[in-house]
Structure formats: structure tokens, C-alpha cells
């Protein structure tokens, strides 16, 4: 299971390692970490944070 986080926010914790934002606004700078957690609800280290503008 990997948790998605935006601005310390979990959006979502979810088996697929792909994520797909929506709702987005244009021109905009958007940061994200992810977690990893296992079948017992261990949690490991957040990722390193990626970020990504959106087109206008």
C-alpha cells in the first residue's frame, strides 16, 4: 500500500504505485511524498518530495 500526501495532507492510501490528480489549478506548483505501508500497517520513511507545476 503506498499513501499519497500533498501539503502534509494523506489524500489516499491505495495499492497502485500510479496516482492521478484532478482538479487542479493552472499554473500552479504541486508537492508530493509517498509512503509505504505493509499488510500489518507498518509504515516506512516518507519519499523525498517531488514536485510538479501544472500548464496554464
Aim: a negative charge; aromatic letters at 8%; charged letters at 10%.
Amino acid at each position: 500500500m503506498l499513501i499519497w500526501e500533498h501539503m502534509s495532507i494523506v489524500i489516499s492510501w491505495q495499492s497502485s504505485p500510479v496516482y492521478t490528480d484532478t482538479g487542479l489549478r493552472g499554473l500552479t506548483q504541486y508537492s508530493y511524498t509517498v509512503t509505504m505501508r505493509d499488510a500489518l500497517g507498518n509504515t516506512g520513511t516518507a519519499s523525498s518530495e517531488a514536485s510538479a507545476t501544472t500548464l496554464d
